[in-house]
């Protein structure tokens, strides 16, 4: 399986980004997919979960400021994230779960301006 990620970049505090994730490769149907994230110094940590029947989770931080969505024709989700705050700022990984595993993406980045 292969995660391919995009929509990272540089943006201002309130700003917002939307973060996709294709899943290819697979001869299953995806299952859970999403997001986590990992700041310098700081542990990987959920930001955002979807299943493929649309429940979603999210990471206590969130407080409403992200939304994940999924396609899952297209197998890609989607991190709409708004109300970017400096704190928001890390490597962001997509992660997709097909039968028994994991796959995680390459990560992009997201920088938060103060």
């Known amino acids: 399986v292969q995660l391919q990620a995009s929509g990272g970049g540089l943006v201002q505090t309130g700003g917002s980004l939307v973060l996709s994730c294709a899943a290819s490769g697979s001869n299953f149907g995806i299952g859970v997919m999403g997001w986590y994230r990992q700041a310098p110094g700081k542990q990987r940590e959920l930001v955002a979960t979807?299943?493929?029947?649309?429940?979603?989770d999210y990471g206590g931080f969130v407080k409403g400021r992200f939304t994940i969505s999924r396609d899952n024709a297209a197998n890609t989700a989607y991190l709409q994230m708004d109300s970017l705050k400096p704190e928001d700022a890390a490597v962001y990984y997509c992660y997709v779960f097909v039968l028994t595993r994991g796959y995680w993406g390459q990560g992009t980045l997201v920088t938060v301006s103060s």
């Open positions: 979807i299943t493929g029947g649309g429940r979603t």
